[in-house]
Nanobody
Framework: QVQLVESGGGLVQAGGSLRLSCVGSGRSFRRDAMGWFRQAPGKEREFVAAISWSGDVTYYTYSVKGRFAMSRDNAKGTVYLQMNSLKPEDTAVYYC?????????????????????WGQGTQVTVSS
């Protein structure tokens, strides 16, 4: 069974930090571009960050640039999202996702429709 499992969410005060992890199983994700999305209550799911399978290219939505950093360890089959200077508006369920298919080492996507595998999500709550 192919799975992506997120962890690391929780409750943190504004200005604090969290590190999310996402581990894949059931198949290798080493040559898949990966992404993080989030969905706040009453809002649509939105793109947060993406990374190419080589790890050389990262891309962020404007609201998290300079605060969040996405990375990956292909040897461990894990991607990370380091979140610093958290704000209450970052409160959401965060989902890890993998693009289905190898489009080259520099490929990444901010489009949810490009992602074929999704995790169950981890809750991040930032209090003011």
């Amino acid at each position: 069974q192919v799975q992506l499992v997120e962890s690391g969410g929780g409750l943190v005060q504004a200005g604090g930090s969290l590190r999310l992890s996402c581990v894949g199983s059931g198949r290798s994700f080493r040559r898949d571009a990966m992404g993080w999305f989030r969905q706040a209550p009453g809002k649509e799911r939105e793109f947060v960050a993406a990374i190419s399978w080589s790890g050389d290219v990262t891309y962020y939505t404007y609201s998290v640039k300079g605060r969040f950093a996405m990375s990956r360890d292909n040897a461990k089959g894990t991607v990370y999202l380091q979140m610093n200077s958290l704000k209450p508006e970052d409160t959401a369920v965060y989902y890890c996702a993998a693009v289905k298919g190898d489009y080259g080492g520099s490929y990444y996507s901010d489009q949810a429709r490009e992602y074929g595998y999704w995790g169950q999500g981890t809750q991040v709550t930032v209090s003011s």
